[in-house]
């Protein structure tokens, strides 16, 4: 190696240490992380109305105002698989807990697909992986995941369903549904929200929930809080519905 080379890289700086706004968030991430809970919401069957499972949905400490910016602070510390491995453990915990035999829905984050912990025969869901459905959500950039096909079948040979979140949310990308071979499709409640006076909104639910089930899939209506949304919904061919209508999330009795 030359002189000129050797300088050149002993004169490369060093990593900046974090800063005390950085070690700030880390500290009230780290006790958000430990105080984190859960709060269930049922979903229900279209038909009749019957609990056909549950979403489970995170309530982080007050220091954060909600969720997503629990999660953005995640991203920005590089923590986002050890809040992901979090939420399972904890679902997994509660359903375990109460003998829950219906459907149990956990929000995964687009970097939780290249967790090698996701699908691991140790992981806390493992035991009940035919009552897990894994929700990616529409909008996530999961189409810059490499093989993302051969991931969700890696899900789907240790026995979990999936489901696409969100459809609907912005800007729809329907070829999600080859890739991803849903099992289920949660539409938007920008889609469900006063629906029953919206025509556009009914022929668009409508062709979405028939070619679902022309390729095997249940569609779920999310946003639920009136009874004549929920009337038209089933009427358009939704299978199963979620929202205020039918309970707000709690935790798992």
């Known amino acids: 190696m030359s002189p000129d080379t ?34 269930f919401q049922p979903i229900v069957r279209a038909s ?7 979403e489970a949905l995170c309530r982080p400490h007050p220091s954060f105002r909600g969720p997503a910016e629990l999660i953005a602070a995640a991203q920005r510390l590089g923590a986002v698989r050890d809040l992901g ?24 984050h687009p970097d939780d697909l290249l967790d090698p912990a996701l699908a691991s ?81 009914q022929q668009l639910v409508e062709s979405i929930a028939r070619m679902a089930r022309t390729r095997g899939i249940q569609t779920i209506a999310e946003g639920i809080e009136t009874e004549g949304e929920a009337r038209i919904l089933a009427q358009l061919g939704c299978d199963h519905l979620q929202g205020y209508l039918f309970g707000r999330p709690a935790p798992l009795a």
């Open 85 to 108: 491995r979090r939420v399972r453990q904890l679902a997994a915990a509660a359903f375990h807990r109460t003998r829950e035999r219906g459907l149990l829905f956990v929000n995964l």
């Open 121 to 201: 025969p140790s992981a806390p869901l493992a035991a009940s992986a035919d009552h897990v459905v894994f929700e990616i959500t529409e909008h996530s950039p999961t189409l810059g995941i490499p093989d993302l096909g051969r991931r969700i079948a890696g899900l789907r040979e240790a026995g979990y369903r999936v489901a696409i979140d969100d459809l609907g949310a912005g800007h729809a990308r329907m070829s999600l549904f080859r890739p991803l071979s849903a099992d289920f499709i949660k539409l938007d409640m920008s889609l469900s929200r006063g629906i029953d006076g919206h025509p556009v909104k």
């Open 48 to 54: 009749d109305h019957q609990v056909i499972g549950v």
């Open 6 to 39: 050797s300088d050149s890289l002993l004169a490369l700086p060093a990593e900046d240490p974090p800063g005390p706004a950085e070690r700030a968030l880390g500290a009230r991430y780290d006790h958000a992380l430990a105080s984190l809970t859960l709060a």
